[in-house]
Structures are given as C-alpha cells and as structure tokens.
C-alpha cells in the first residue's frame, strides 16, 4: 500500500534549527513535496525535490534519499511565524499526491 | 506562483440544502484541478480529481452523487455539496495544476462549511 509516515509533533526553540522527518513508500515516485500550512489555512509550497540530494531554499532545505524512501525538510533560524503544520507529499506513478498527516511544528521563545 | 482562488471563504448552511465552492485559477490555466477535505488536526484527503471538460475521477468512498464536481473551463471547477448534512462539516481546499516541470499543485484559501 501507499504510506507517508511524519511525527505528529515537534517542539523548537527561536533561532534554533529543527528537522522534520518523513519516510514514504508510493506506487512509483514522481518526486517528494513539503507544504506549510498554518491554522486554519491552505497549503502552501515549500520544496519538491525528485533527485536524491539537499536543496537549499533560504532557511529552508529539503533533503531526499530515494533508495531509503526517505526526505526531510530543515528549518533554521527558527522564527515565531514559523508554527505551523508541515505536510510531506509524494508524487506517485499517477502523478496524484500521496499526503502525510502533517507535523505540528510549535516554536517557544 | 500561481494563484487559485475559491468562493465563499466561509459558509453556513442548514442540513438538507446544498451549497457550491468555486475555485478559480487567476493568472493560469489548470488542465486538472483537485478537491480536498480537511478535518480538525487531520492531513488533507483527496476528494476528486477533475480534468477540464471531462468527468472527475472520484476516490474510494465519496459519493459522486453527493459530492457534484464540475470542471467547465481551463480557469474554474465547482464543487457542490448536495442535501449537506452536519457530518459534511470541513474545510474544503481546491488545487490547480497546469503541468509545469514538476506537476505542482497551487492551493486555493479554503471554504469552511459549516452544516447545522
């Protein structure tokens, strides 16, 4: 079957750097998607990445290795506006979105 | 990016009656467009996948009947909830794709129903 397992939630501390982890197993793989998705709001697009390798976007980066079936996304600096849910996606054969259940990312000062 | 848009943010409709989200992409044409629901502090599950000027293809367990999708335009999907019940209380989320090097779906801002 079709799985995307994330932690439900993590806690970090400002200015701090925290990595969320997800693993996942598709029907063929057309790439791994992170979205931020505050309260109450849709998703937004964060990273896609399809190649195995780090990709870096400002404080954001996005990491993939597809013979482990495993990606994260790394948040530095970490800032109060940064809480939020972060969803993982894979693309698969179909080219249809296969959605973690999110991570609740909570920052304390 | 691209911009999606969806109408009403919000809607508050008595059980029985039926009630229809547009979603629009603005500055894009969207040759599919998908349709989520978002329950509290749960991930989002695919309605409905609907390609410009055919039928929509419907995941395991949603009632086509109920749930009507219909994909007129490159620019515009419509979902409309018929004989709404409290259950179908949800955040319903809209998403365009044009294609594009990697098939990235560009959200709309949700419609929060609400069925009392």
């Known amino acids: 079957g079709q799985n995307i397992d994330q932690p439900t939630e993590m806690t970090a501390t400002e200015g701090a750097i925290v990595q969320i982890n997800c693993t996942y197993q598709?029907?063929?793989?057309?790439?791994l998607f992170w979205y931020q998705q505050h309260a109450g709001e849709a998703p937004t697009f964060l990273s896609y990445?399809?190649l195995d390798g780090l990709e870096e976007k400002g404080r954001f980066s996005s990491f993939l290795s597809r013979s482990k079936g495993y990606s994260y996304l790394l948040l530095k600096e970490l800032q109060m506006k940064d809480s939020a849910s972060y969803l993982c996606a894979s693309m698969d054969s179909n080219y249809q979105l296969i959605w973690g259940a999110g991570t609740k990312l909570i920052i304390k000062p | 990016g691209a911009v999606v848009s969806q109408h009403p943010s919000r809607v508050i409709c008595k059980s029985g009656t039926s009630v229809k989200i547009e979603c629009r992409s603005l500055d894009f044409q969207a040759t599919t467009m998908f349709w989520y629901r978002q329950f509290p502090k749960q991930s989002l599950m695919l309605m409905a996948t609907?390609?410009?000027?055919?039928?929509?293809?419907?995941e395991q367990g949603v009632e086509k009947d109920k749930f009507l999708i219909n994909h007129a335009s490159l620019t515009l999907s419509t979902l409309t909830v018929t004989s709404a019940h409290p259950e179908d209380s949800s955040f319903y989320i809209c998403?365009?794709?044009?294609?594009?090097?990697?098939?990235?779906?560009?959200f709309g801002p949700g419609t929060r129903l609400t069925v009392l």
């Open positions: 990445n399809v």
């Open positions: 598709t029907s063929g793989f057309n790439g």
């Open positions: 998403s365009g794709t044009s294609g594009g090097d990697y098939n990235e779906q560009f």
């Open positions: 609907s390609n410009e000027g055919s039928k929509a293809t419907y």
